[in-house]
């Protein structure tokens, strides 16, 4: 698997490490604006530096989702 496109991330859903992501859908973390916008900032910079994540990693993170959402809606099911 290559770098994936904005369309094909997520089943198209734009990441947080999506180059463009407005910065209006974060969570306020802060009172504070300027810490808040310096605590963004903080985060962008940490994710624009870290590597890529291998198939292998994303397919353990698939799993791990897909695997609660199964357990989940069999709980609910068996209600």
Do not use: K
């Amino acid at each position: 698997m290559t770098a994936a496109t904005t369309a094909e991330t997520a089943g198209g859903v734009q990441l947080v490490s999506t180059p463009g992501r407005p910065g209006a859908d974060r969570p306020a973390r802060f009172d504070d604006p300027e810490r808040n916008a310096a605590y963004w900032a903080r985060i962008d910079r940490i994710v624009s530096e870290a590597p890529p994540l291998s198939d292998e990693q994303r397919a353990v993170i698939r799993t791990a989702f897909s695997t609660v959402t199964t357990l989940r809606t069999e709980r609910e099911g068996a209600a």
